[in-house]
């Protein structure tokens, strides 16, 4: 454009000037001499806030070149001069050290023209420190990234929209043993299970249509997991966590994503699953109430039927709300102690403790308990056994057996008493006895005097089978009247079985005492032994083989031994005869 009424010329320079300095860059004229001079012979405006040199052009290529860092400097002259000496373009980058002290990352480029011996350069200089320092933080991050990639368990990848592999990490040879150009190679049919090959399509098929809707994230992630194929035939579950890789109109163009090998996690989670539905079974099933409460605050988290039914409580009423507010604990302060007990203990066996049930009763219990977690918060799952009804029957049992006791001892005095006296009374018919041997003896001895005093012998003896009979019947007077109804008397109480056979034992041999059966067999005539003569009585009074057995403390097999030696010795061998009807005929 020539500027009206003007110097066309001179209107070409100025809107040369003009168009220089409106460029974001430092333009420049630099001409090279045949005799080795080189300068510049133009720089605009703008170059001052690029370099902070003065832009007067003489000795600028002197005053620029020195500001030119140390170490690039030597390549910055290198490349001039080849460009020089070949009449070529020349472009370089280089950093420039502003006389502040400020490093700039500096672009040159220029073309050449012979202008007679000389040669001109006009070119242009940019300020390109933004984009320079932003590639060297991008190198950096790729170097960081490179290294993460290559040395993580972690396997890091790309793939476009039909799940192919566009890139993937090193990594992936250690943990599916596919090298990343295997994998890039393969189809992604032939690296997810059909099943988990599903679901990614439906999950990449969701996330698109959601990803048209207003308000979504477009920097979302999403976690999920499938199962891959190993190289060596087997399968892997990984976790991956996937995002959208996006083009500048934030258009979704691939998927980004990193994958972890979690098919051991899974094996633990499945292998805690089992063992928790057990555990689920084996809690509500119990029969005996059981309970799992916050350890912290004796918040309800579950309970079993059995534990509703003995509380009095809904399982459904319980749940979420304490201990304390259901009034279960009688002194809720205890409820510290007892937590205090277990966190020291890490469990309890059996401690007693008494509840407050719904209706407001009081129930003694058992409790153990033991510490458990559940999604890693510390719990208490107890085991309540209510012992109210065995405590009531103990204590009941306690008293009957003080009571008892007190009988018994009552009983036993009366008994010894009666003994005491019949063992006086024994002694005295044995001092007699003794008395009249002694006299018998020496009536013997007095041969000569026997007949003078067989008269009176006659009669001493007669007296003595009197006192002996009068002695005979006070004894057994005295058990009938005395003894026999104080064992009635005892037999009445409550006993157990060992006492009431001990009593039946001494029953029977008092009344074997009395009997003139005891007197007629004692005799031995029949050739009874003292254990048969005790069997031949029992049978006497009607008593079963199994009761002489319990009675005696013998065996069956003993007891009906004894009773075939008392028939053979009675002459019964062969003989249909009742042997009990035998035995009550032997009374005279």
Same mark, same amino acid.
């Given at each position: 454009?020539?500027?009206?009424?003007?110097?066309?010329?001179?209107?070409?320079?100025?809107?040369f000037?003009?168009?220089?300095?409106? *460029?974001? !860059?430092?333009v420049?004229?630099?001409?090279?001499?045949?005799?080795?001079?080189?300068?510049?012979?133009?720089?605009?405006?703008n170059?001052?806030?690029?370099?902070?040199? &003065?832009?007067?052009?003489?000795?600028?290529?002197?005053?620029?070149?020195?500001?030119v860092?140390?170490?690039?400097?030597?390549?910055?002259?290198?490349?001039?001069?080849?460009?020089?000496?070949?009449?070529?373009?020349?472009?370089?980058?280089?950093r420039f050290?502003?006389?502040?002290?400020?490093?700039?990352?500096?672009?040159?480029?220029?073309?050449?023209?012979?202008?007679?011996?000389?040669?001109? +350069?006009?070119?242009?200089? @940019?300020?390109?420190?933004?984009?320079?320092? !932003?590639?060297?933080?991008?190198?950096?991050?790729?170097?960081?990234?490179?290294?993460?990639?290559?040395?993580?368990?972690?396997?890091v990848w790309?793939?476009?929209?039909?799940?192919?592999?566009?890139?993937?990490?090193?990594?992936?040879?250690?943990?599916?043993?596919?090298?990343?150009?295997?994998?890039?190679?393969?189809?992604?049919?032939?690296?997810?299970?059909?099943?988990?090959?599903?679901?990614?399509m439906?999950?990449? !098929?969701?996330?698109?249509?959601?990803?048209a809707q207003?308000?979504?994230?477009?920097?979302?992630?999403?976690?999920? $997991?499938?199962?891959?194929?190993?190289?060596?035939?087997?399968?892997?579950? +990984?976790?991956?966590?996937?995002?959208?890789?996006?083009?500048?109109?934030?258009?979704?163009?691939?998927?980004?994503?990193?994958?972890?090998?979690?098919? =051991?996690?899974?094996?633990?989670?499945?292998?805690?699953?089992?063992?928790?539905?057990? +555990?689920?079974?084996?809690?509500?099933?119990s029969?005996?109430?059981?309970?799992?409460? &916050?350890?912290?605050?004796?918040?309800?988290?579950?309970?079993?039927?059995?534990?509703?039914?003995?509380?009095?409580?809904?399982?459904?009423?319980?749940?979420?709300?304490?201990?304390?507010?259901?009034?279960?604990w009688?002194?809720?302060?205890?409820?510290?102690?007892?937590?205090?007990?277990?966190?020291?203990?890490?469990?309890?066996?059996?401690?007693?403790?008494?509840?407050?049930? =719904?209706?407001?009763e009081?129930?003694?219990?058992?409790?153990?308990?033991?510490?458990?977690?559940?999604?890693?918060?510390?719990?208490?799952?107890?085991h309540?056994?209510?012992?109210?009804?065995?405590?009531?029957?103990?204590?009941?049992?306690?008293?009957?057996?003080?009571?008892? $006791?007190?009988?018994?001892?009552s009983?036993?005095? &009366?008994?010894?008493?009666?003994?005491? =006296?019949?063992?006086?009374?024994?002694?005295?018919?044995?001092?007699?006895?003794?008395?009249?041997?002694?006299?018998?003896?020496e009536?013997?001895?007095r041969?000569?005097?026997l007949?003078?005093?067989?008269?009176?012998?006659?009669?001493? @003896?007669?007296?003595?089978?009197?006192?002996?009979?009068?002695?005979?019947?006070?004894?057994?007077?005295?058990?009938?009247? @005395?003894?026999?109804?104080?064992? =009635?008397?005892?037999?009445?109480?409550?006993?157990d079985?060992?006492?009431?056979?001990?009593?039946?034992?001494?029953?029977?041999?008092?009344?074997?005492?009395?009997?003139?059966?005891?007197?007629?067999?004692?005799?031995?005539?029949?050739?009874?032994?003292? !254990?048969?003569?005790?069997?031949?009585?029992? *049978?006497?009074?009607?008593?079963?083989?199994?009761?002489?057995?319990?009675?005696?403390d013998?065996? @069956?097999?003993?007891?009906?031994?004894?009773? +075939?030696?008392?028939?053979?010795?009675?002459?019964?061998?062969?003989?249909?005869?009742?042997?009990?009807?035998?035995?009550?005929?032997?009374?005279?």
């Amino acid at each position: 454009m020539t500027p009206v009424g003007g110097d066309p010329l001179k209107g070409s320079d100025d809107l040369f000037r003009e168009l220089a300095d409106a *460029i974001p !860059a430092a333009v420049y004229q630099f001409y090279a001499r045949e005799n080795g001079e080189m300068g510049l012979s133009y720089i605009s405006r703008n170059a001052r806030e690029i370099t902070g040199l &003065d832009n007067s052009v003489g000795g600028y290529f002197e005053r620029f070149r020195a500001c030119v860092a140390p170490e690039d400097r030597e390549g910055f002259l290198a490349s001039i001069m080849q460009a020089v000496r070949s009449c070529s373009r020349w472009e370089y980058e280089w950093r420039f050290i502003r006389p502040d002290g400020e490093e700039r990352y500096l672009q040159g480029a220029s073309n050449p023209k012979r202008r007679g011996g000389d040669i001109v +350069f006009n070119g242009v200089v @940019l300020d390109v420190t933004d984009r320079r320092k !932003a590639e060297i933080a991008l190198q950096e991050s790729e170097a960081k990234y490179r290294f993460l990639a290559e040395k993580m368990n972690d396997i890091v990848w790309t793939m476009d929209l039909g799940l192919r592999t566009t890139y993937v990490s090193p990594s992936i040879t250690r943990m599916l043993g596919f090298t990343p150009e295997e994998r890039m190679a393969q189809d992604p049919k032939d690296q997810l299970t059909p099943e988990s090959y599903e679901l990614c399509m439906r999950m990449l !098929a969701q996330e698109l249509e959601r990803d048209a809707q207003e308000g979504v994230d477009p920097d979302r992630m999403i976690t999920m $997991e499938a199962e891959y194929y190993h190289k060596d035939g087997t399968k892997r579950w +990984f976790e991956n966590v996937v995002s959208a890789i996006r083009d500048g109109s934030g258009s979704v163009v691939g998927l980004h994503g990193v994958s972890r090998d979690v098919t =051991e996690r899974r094996r633990v989670e499945e292998a805690l699953l089992a063992s928790e539905r057990k +555990f689920s079974a084996a809690f509500h099933a119990s029969p005996a109430p059981m309970v799992i409460t &916050d350890i912290h605050q004796g918040v309800i988290i579950d309970a079993n039927e059995a534990c509703a039914a003995w509380s009095g409580y809904n399982r459904e009423e319980v749940i979420g709300r304490t201990t304390i507010e259901l009034g279960f604990w009688v002194q809720p302060p205890a409820r510290a102690g007892f937590v205090s007990h277990i966190l020291k203990d890490g469990g309890m066996d059996s401690f007693p403790l008494t509840y407050r049930v =719904e209706n407001g009763e009081m129930r003694d219990t058992l409790h153990s308990a033991r510490i458990i977690e559940l999604e890693g918060v510390p719990c208490i799952l107890s085991h309540i056994q209510d012992v109210t009804e065995m405590r009531r029957a103990q204590e009941e049992l306690l008293r009957h057996r003080v009571q008892l $006791e007190e009988m018994v001892r009552s009983r036993t005095r &009366d008994l010894s008493n009666a003994l005491e =006296e019949l063992t006086r009374e024994v002694e005295a018919r044995k001092k007699i006895d003794a008395a009249l041997r002694a006299r018998e003896i020496e009536l013997r001895n007095r041969g000569g005097e026997l007949e003078d005093m067989n008269a009176a012998l006659k009669v001493l @003896l007669r007296q003595r089978d009197e006192d002996r009979q009068a002695m005979e019947m006070n004894i057994v007077s005295n058990i009938r009247t @005395l003894v026999l109804p104080a064992l =009635e008397n005892l037999e009445q109480s409550r006993l157990d079985q060992e006492q009431m056979r001990s009593l039946a034992l001494v029953r029977a041999q008092l009344q074997y005492i009395t009997s003139p059966f005891a007197r007629i067999v004692s005799l031995g005539h029949l050739g009874f032994t003292r !254990a048969e003569i005790k069997v031949a009585a029992l *049978i006497r009074e009607g008593k079963s083989s199994k009761e002489i057995s319990r009675l005696l403390d013998v065996s @069956l097999n003993t007891v009906h031994t004894y009773r +075939f030696n008392i028939r053979t010795k009675a002459g019964l061998k062969n003989s249909k005869q009742n042997l009990r009807t035998f035995l009550k005929t032997l009374n005279s």
